[in-house]
């Protein structure tokens, strides 16, 4: 019976203490519960920007190489011994300059000796035609003659183009390069002396997608930038498009003659290029930070006031050609409306923010990597 009573006792306790446990969450509950209600998340920080229809220059941009618009690999056209060499490696050269002249005394000796024989066969031409004048001679004695004294100039003016040759000159104004030779040195016909290319102007060469045929002409301005000038930039004009497609690709092969009187663009430099293909129309510019690209449709935030507060607000938009930072807007936006240019994938419809334009980075048309 003591035992029983001990037993009812403690069960007694027990739910005496459950229930405690029970009444202390479901208060904690409930205050939960109403903090719940009166809780609002704290504005999130934004940058923005007013938008307004501005002047949209069309551009391709493009990745391309420089090609020099003449160059060739000097060589010599005949064996021989170097005497003298009349250029220094990356030196520029004028048309006609001497490059490299070739030993010449064996055919100096030689034109020496067809002078002479051409002076004695003149006078022996000339003294069968004084001959045959005067009836002294055949016919035959006379062509001989005349024949021996043409065999003779063509001997002298043989030779005469062999000393030429053996003096190799610039065939065009242009840059030359390093050296391959040195002087005393022996050479064989097609030995390569140097390589010279002509700079100013010079061509670069890009690949477009065949649709950008409808909008490609000769006469079109291109703009060129290379990482390695990074605050120089080159204008020239589109000079050549090809006739034909690329049947692997489906690319054409564009042409533009760029000027470069400094002489830093270089045959072979990777370049980026932006071809002008119409005319400036007014078109709405938005960063493209601004926008949230998917799947379902791209999207921007615009802000409004309500309430004394300010409120982002979906808008699905339909975007346009791109250049640089900036992108165009077809649909979607109006003139005058004000939307988040960082900070969007933050936000969600409806959400209050605060904006802090200092935060924001700076859109640019012509970004280059910030240097560290």
Not at 82 to 109: N, P
Not at 239 to 265: F, H, I, K, P, Y
Not at 336 to 351: C, H, P, Q, Y
């Amino acid at each position: 019976m003591k035992m029983k009573r001990l037993w009812v006792i403690a069960i007694v306790g027990l739910v005496v203490v459950v229930g405690a446990l029970i009444g202390i969450k479901v208060g904690q509950f409930r205050t939960m519960a109403a903090a719940g209600k009166s809780f609002t998340m704290p504005p999130e920080s934004v940058s923005s920007t007013s938008i307004d229809r501005t002047d949209w220059q069309p551009t391709m941009s493009v990745v391309g190489s420089l090609v020099a618009v003449r160059g060739v690999v000097i060589g010599a056209e005949l064996g021989g011994t170097i005497r003298e060499i009349g250029f220094d490696s990356g030196a520029t050269v004028k048309k006609g300059d001497l490059l490299v002249r070739l030993d010449t005394s064996v055919e100096e000796a030689q034109l020496a000796a067809a002078n002479a024989e051409t002076v004695l066969a003149r006078l022996e031409a000339e003294r069968a035609r004084s001959l045959r004048q005067k009836g002294a001679n055949t016919q035959a004695e006379l062509d001989a003659a005349e024949a021996k004294k043409a065999q003779a100039d063509a001997a002298a003016q043989g030779l005469k183009a062999t000393i030429a040759k053996k003096a190799i000159r610039a065939p065009f104004t242009g840059r030359v390069a390093i050296r391959q030779v040195e002087l005393g040195q022996v050479v064989s016909p097609g030995t390569p002396l140097a390589s010279l290319q002509s700079v100013d102007p010079i061509y670069a060469d890009f690949w477009l997608p065949q649709r950008a045929l409808a909008e490609l002409q000769p006469g079109q301005v291109v703009r060129l930038r290379t990482d390695i000038f990074p605050d120089a930039a080159w204008e020239g004009t589109v000079s050549v498009v090809n006739t034909e497609v690329d049947l692997a690709t489906r690319n054409v092969r564009v042409r533009a003659t760029m000027d470069n009187q400094d002489g830093r663009l270089r045959p072979g430099m990777f370049v980026s290029l932006e071809v002008l293909t119409g005319e400036k129309r007014p078109a709405l510019l938005i960063p493209a930070t601004a926008v949230l690209f998917a799947p379902y449709g791209d999207t921007v935030f615009s802000l409004e006031e309500k309430a004394g507060a300010t409120l982002a607000k979906q808008k699905f938009v339909r975007l346009g050609e791109r250049q640089g930072d900036w992108v165009t807007v077809l649909s979607g936006l109006e003139p005058g409306d004000t939307i988040v240019t960082s900070g969007a994938f933050k936000l969600r419809n409806g959400a209050p923010v605060v904006v802090k334009n200092e935060l924001g980075p700076k859109a640019e048309l012509a970004p280059r990597p910030a240097e560290e």
